[in-house]
């Protein structure tokens, strides 16, 4: 893998360490509440499809769990890329 510029860098650190807090079922918790109340202002279905920019940890993934056909979450950050997979298997996270 090659050098990252500093930004990249500075971005990896971040969300990083934002993914391990969010191993915190109860900060985690807080999160898909806020996300719950995105959900109920989206027009979405199970035949819509969606695409997270910036998905972080799966936060809206798991909130629109059941209620969406496709869901890919889209991150900068490997780390919180790996917990929301591990919290959303029927995502695709990349």
């Known amino acids: 893998m090659g050098v990252q510029d500093p930004w990249a860098q500075s971005a990896q650190r ?3 360490d934002e993914s391990r807090s969010k191993q915190d079922r109860r900060q985690y918790e807080t999160f898909v509440r806020a996300y719950r109340r995105v959900r109920d202002v989206l027009p979405v279905s199970p035949q819509c499809s969606l695409l997270d920019v910036g ?10 769990r059941g209620q969406i056909g496709t869901y890919c979450g889209l991150d900068v950050c490997r780390d919180a890329l790996i917990v929301a997979q591990q919290r959303y298997a029927d995502g695709c996270f990349v």
Not at 55 to 64: I, N, T, Y
């Open 55 to 64: 998905c972080g940890c799966g936060e809206l993934a798991h909130a629109l």
């Open 14 to 16: 971040f969300y990083g």
